[in-house]
């Protein structure tokens, strides 16, 4: 079974500049999760899709911040501009959704963004 | 906002010791799960625990939950310097469907 996929590994960018990262979930996986992790500290959830639909996104900083999930499936993150503080990991996870309960997430490599 | 806070922040332990790591929540809970990372690398789940679990073994790991005091521990019995890595709890708090994970536990495992 394929694993997430995320593309670019590393982005390097000048503050001020706009940046994508695109993630492909386990076929089948209705939920899809966005989440940002700064160095030394755990994973902070920016969106959450269940299906094309989102789920919860109160913590993604809309000004400059955007997700999408096309037809259920891929999602694509975009920053714009970038800030300093963006500088982070930016990871992609999706799971089974049952019922009304999450279960196991199944997490990508991640894409480390550096911002100058 | 982190839900699960982790204790301790960092742990330092030969190889062949035990390793125990707790994680502390503020809500009611569906489950609770642990994770693993690796320097550099994506999050590897290791066990979940549901609310009408109190423990819960996987090879060398054991996990516990206690619902009234909401916190959960996680025991690694007879380390390897292989588990040299970053462990992290993550909640999927009742009535809600995001999973929230804490700032988690560095562990270093000395040969």
């Known amino acids: 079974e394929a694993g997430v996929a995320q593309s670019p590994r590393y982005k390097i960018i000048e503050k001020r500049q706009s940046v994508a990262f695109w993630c492909n979930p386990i076929?089948?996986?209705?939920?899809l999760y966005w989440y940002q992790q700064i160095l030394g500290q755990g994973p902070k959830l920016l969106i959450q899709?269940?299906?094309?639909?989102?789920?919860?996104d109160s913590q993604l900083p809309k000004d400059r911040f955007s997700a999408e999930r096309l037809k259920g499936v891929d999602s694509t993150l975009k920053i714009q501009p970038a800030k300093l503080e963006d500088s982070a990991v930016y990871l992609c996870a999706s799971s089974i959704l049952r019922g009304a309960v999450t279960g196991e997430l199944f997490f990508g490599e991640g894409s480390r963004l550096t911002v100058l | 906002s982190q839900q699960g806070e982790e204790d301790p922040q960092a742990l330092s332990i030969q190889e062949g010791e035990n390793a125990t790591m707790n994680c502390s929540y503020k809500?009611?809970?569906?489950?609770l799960q642990w994770y693993r990372q690796n320097s550099g690398r994506g999050l590897v789940h290791l066990i979940l625990i549901r609310s009408n679990e109190r423990e819960k073994h996987s090879g060398r790991l054991r996990v516990t939950l206690d619902t009234s005091k909401k916190s959960s521990s996680l025991l690694i019995t007879a380390s390897r310097a292989a588990d040299t890595a970053s462990y992290f709890c993550a909640t999927d708090a009742r009535g809600g469907f995001k999973t929230i994970f804490g700032a988690g536990t560095r562990l270093f495992v000395k040969a």
């Open positions: 899709f269940q299906n094309n639909g989102v789920v919860d």
């Open positions: 809500t009611s809970i569906n489950n």
């Open positions: 076929s089948g996986h209705a939920t």
